[in-house]
Structure formats: C-alpha cells, structure tokens
C-alpha cells in the first residue's frame, strides 16, 4: 500500500515544471530500463512512450509529467491524512498520481495485456502531444486521470478554444486636435458593443477578452489598441458562427474607419463530446462501481491531452483522480483516496 505513496513522494520531488522534464524522464527510464516485457521510445520533443507485450487490444493511458509553478523544491507532507505540499509550492499531483501508477504498475506488476503508455510533456503549456508521432500507437481508446475531482467523475466533455487577436491602427495627435488623427479606441469600442462577452448568444459558449491595451498617454489619441480574447465552446456549430461573426463585424467596420484592422486567430485546441451510453464508457462506469464508488458524469471540463487524442481518433476518456485545488499552493490529495484510485486503474488495466 505504501508503495505507491513512496514512489509519489520521490516523483514530486523531482522538479519537471513544462519544458523541463528531462530529469524525471530519466527517473522513469532508469526504473523500468532493465525490465523485460516491454520497450520505450523518446520522441523529439520529449514525451516518453512505453508498450507493452500482452494479450487483447491494446489501451493507451496518457500521463503529463510536468508541472505548473511554483513546482520547484516541493518538500511533501502528510497532514491529517493528506499529502500536501509545505504551502510554499503546489504538490504536483497533477498529473503525477497518475504518472506513479503508472510507474508503480510497470515496475512491480505483472502485466498481461498490450499497453501503450505515453509521459507526455509541456501538457500544462501546449505544444507536448501534439508534437507525438501518431504512428506509434494502435490503441482505439484511451484512459487519462487528470481531471480534479471526486475520484469517480467521467468527463463527457470538452470545449474547443481559438484565441483571438485584434489590432486597431489608427494615428496618434494631442487631444486637443482630434480631427488630425485616427482614434483607435473607437473602432475598438464599437466591435465591443457588438459581440457578446461571457455567455455568448448560447449557454454552451463563452467569448472572452483578457487583455486590452490602447494609448500611450491621457493627453494622446490613442494610435493602436489591441485585444486579445478567446471563444470556448462545446457546440462547433456555434463556435464556427462566432469566429465568422467576428471577422464579418470587423469587416464592416473596416469600411467606415480610416485605420487598419486586423484580425488573426491562433492557439486552436479541439473539443470532444462522449456518449453516456457508449460501450467504452459503460465499462468504465462498471468497473467503478464494483469499486464500490459511485461513478458520476461530468459535463463540464478544462483542457487535457485527451482533446488532441480524440482529435487524432483514439477515443480518450478523462477521469477525476481526487485532486484538490490544483495548481495552487493548497494542492492536496487524501491517501485513501489515492489507494482507491489504484484500485480503479488496476482493475481498468485488467478488465477494460
Ligand atoms: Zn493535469
């Protein structure tokens, strides 16, 4: 049983903020390298791939390896039946309770059935997963436990996002002349008025501007505002007509003002959506409950490899693994729950 709190306490302590997981890789590597029954592959960006020889279809499982900050130094303690960290760092246990099961399952089980396990990099940043060549992998489906919840969740779903980026050019003079120079606020206050942020024209899409900056001084027309925002939604219908929307709004306002425009998207990650009753999913919802926890589903998630894995067809189902407050310096799982969890994902590597 103390096994796999041990191996998660020596995992967290090795500092693997994204783009820097070269050292816990090697960690990984030097555990499982003289083991036989299966062979690892690096590839160019980083991520660390294992497969196993053994029976049936093979399933992937996907674990991140890096960490937000402040995830350097993380000293871990057991408080009151909780691992945490001493409160000056997060705790890392996303993603690495996952990354020690996984661990703790290649180095002291054996294992009979063909997996395909990928140590994914900068999964907390982008540009990780998306970089993996596909080709390696056979698996159809995929298990993923990154989601902070009570252990038992099913995701059903995630948003796809597109950050946008908008830049106003007009022509800067005092403010006592305004009629020798382009206001670029302007324009800028009349795309605001026409699109809607936060909950979009539909429940299921929000539209977002987190950053806005305009002018040089109170007494200068401003010359260039830029904004920069983001659309998240779970309905690619809509997700599409916004996009349009935005381009055809800063269109027609082109035409009236007498700077530039211009509009650019970037940083597109694909949504998913999973059926209730879908045969993978139904398994998974069994093998939980015989756990003796009640599985739930989850209609609402952030972002994990499963989006560029669903996109790439190998049907991947995020789980909650009893994180709490992650990504803070609050971060903690309860230890009971993290055995529970090993439960879960053995009997999923068994009988999935
Ligand atoms: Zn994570």
Known sequence: MKDIVNL???????????????KIREFIINLIKNKKNFTYQIDKIGNLFVKTKGKGKPILFCAHLDTVEPGRG????????????????????????????????LINHQINRNLEIIFS????????IEFFPFNWLKAKTGIIFDNANPVGGIVLRSPEIINFYIEFLGKSTHASTPDKGINSLLPTIEFLKKIKIGYSNKKNTTVN???????????????????????RSYDNKNFIYLKN??????????????????????GYCPGYQHKKNDKFLKKIFKIIKENKIKPYFLNK??????????FRKIKT?????????????????????FLILKKIFFDLVNFL
């Open 209 to 231: 501007i987190g950053l806005l900056n305009s002018g040089t001084a109170i007494n200068s027309i401003p010359e260039n505002t830029i904004i920069k925002g983001e659309i």
């Open 74 to 105: 993380i000293k871990p303690q057991i408080k009151n039946g909780f691992l945490t960290s001493s409160g000056k760092t997060i705790l890392g246990a996303d993603n690495k309770v996952f990354v020690a099961l996984l661990v703790d399952l």
């Open 121 to 128: 990099v900068k999964e907390e940043t982008g540009g990780g």
């Open 317 to 337: 189902v995020v789980l909650s693994d009893g994180v709490i407050e992650p990504h803070t310096t609050r971060e903690r799982i309860n230890i009971n729950d």
């Open 301 to 310: 998630s952030g972002i994990s490899d499963a989006n560029i894995l669903n």
């Open 245 to 266: 929307k935005f381009k055809k709004t800063i269109n027609l306002i082109q035409k009236k003002f007498k700077g530039n425009i211009n509009i650019k998207f970037d």
């Open 8 to 22: 998660f306490i020596k995992l967290i302590q090795i500092n693997s903020v994204s783009g820097e997981e070269e």
